[in-house]
Structures are given as structure tokens and as C-alpha cells.
Nanobody
Framework: QVHLTESGGGLVQSGGSLRLSCAAS????????MAWFRQAPGKEREFVAT????????RYADVVKGRFTISRDNAKNTMYLQMNSLKPEDTAVYYC???????????????????WGQGTQVTVSS
């Protein structure tokens, strides 16, 4: 398993931006598919975005498409989530997750990932 540490959360006004980071403790970071999930109070954890090992493939949840951008820097063992045009409904704890990359597989469920960070709180005020 990989140790993951998120950072960058905080309080922002509606329409604002934040960039989350996820640092991974592995020497083979490019071998891992990475993803962001989020969990709002009283709700299940939901998929936000995922990125392939080399960063060539991405997928987004419909509710964030066009506003959020997932990226990674394999030289720094770090993944990012740039969040623009934030809305109050984006308020949640954001988690990064990893799994060994499997060619042809795009994983978007929580059970597909085996390493998780501790989460970072994002609060969007109206």
C-alpha cells in the first residue's frame, strides 16, 4: 500500500478556487492510478476524478466536469485537484486514493482503490 497525504483544503467563498495536493510515499508513483473522492456530511463517499499512471487519461464526475482539473507530477510523487467556480454543494472532505494501474481499466468506485489519505476539508460558503 501507499501512504497518501492530502493538503490544500480550506474555506472559500462561492465562485472561488482551491488547489488540493496529494503526496504519495512510493518510488513507483507512475505505476499507480490516482483518484479524488469526496464525502459530505450524511452522504456516501463519491467519485470526483481519476487520472492514469502517466497522466494521459482522466475522467470526471459530471457534477465537477468543466470546473475541476486533475493532474499529477510523477517527478514529485504528487497529484493535484484544481477546483474552480466552487459551489456550496462542493463542501466535503476530499480524499485521494490510489491503486495499481491496470491497462484498460478506469476505476471510479471506492472499492477499486486500496490506499487512502486522511482527507482534507473543503468548505464553500454561499
Amino acid at each position: 500500500q501507499v501512504h497518501l497525504t492530502e493538503s490544500g483544503g480550506g474555506l472559500v467563498q462561492s465562485g472561488g478556487s482551491l488547489r488540493l495536493s496529494c503526496a504519495a510515499s512510493t518510488r513507483t508513483f507512475s505505476s499507480y492510478t490516482m483518484a479524488w473522492f469526496r464525502q459530505a456530511p450524511g452522504k456516501e463517499r463519491e467519485f470526483v476524478a481519476t487520472i492514469s499512471g502517466r497522466g494521459l487519461g482522466t475522467r470526471y464526475a459530471d457534477v465537477v466536469k468543466g470546473r475541476f482539473t486533475i493532474s499529477r507530477d510523477n517527478a514529485k510523487n504528487t497529484m493535484y485537484l484544481q477546483m474552480n467556480s466552487l459551489k456550496p454543494e462542493d463542501t466535503a472532505v476530499y480524499y485521494c486514493a490510489s491503486r495499481i494501474a491496470v491497462s484498460g481499466i478506469v476505476a471510479v468506485t471506492t472499492t477499486s482503490f486500496d490506499s487512502w489519505g486522511q482527507g482534507t476539508q473543503v468548505t464553500v460558503s454561499s
